[in-house]
Nanobody, 118 residues
């Protein structure tokens, strides 16, 4: 079992920055990737950024150049640095981890609200 705890959400003005953190605990091995997804009101959950076990990153086109996903392997924590935020970034942000052991496992955090005011 894996437990994910997110932190760092909040309210920020357009153009501002926030940093989200996601700490993973439990049986963490054979990581495929860890990443961030977001869900805005009335919209489907969408990928924001992921980082593989080997350290390769992937970003949604809408956040490229503004968001940076990084990982601290010692702490089993990932970070999402979000710069130049705009109201379209307003959503609940969820942390996710995917593991491949005897099967594919996917775990989600509880979500953290990010609100960007105009």
């Amino acid at each position: 079992q894996v437990h994910l705890v997110e932190s760092g959400g909040g309210l920020v003005q357009t153009g501002g920055s926030l940093r989200l953190s996601c700490a993973a605990s439990g049986s963490i091995f054979s990581i495929i990737d860890m990443g961030w997804y977001r869900e805005a009101p009335g919209k489907q959950r969408e990928l924001v950024a992921t980082i593989t076990g080997a350290g390769s990153t992937n970003y949604a086109d809408s956040v490229k150049g503004r968001f940076t996903n990084s990982r601290d392997n010692v702490k089993n924590t990932i970070y999402l640095q979000m710069n130049s935020l705009n109201p379209e970034d307003t959503a609940v942000y969820y942390c996710n981890i995917r593991l491949l052991t005897n099967a594919l496992y996917s775990y989600w955090g509880q979500g953290t609200q990010v609100t960007v005011s105009a």
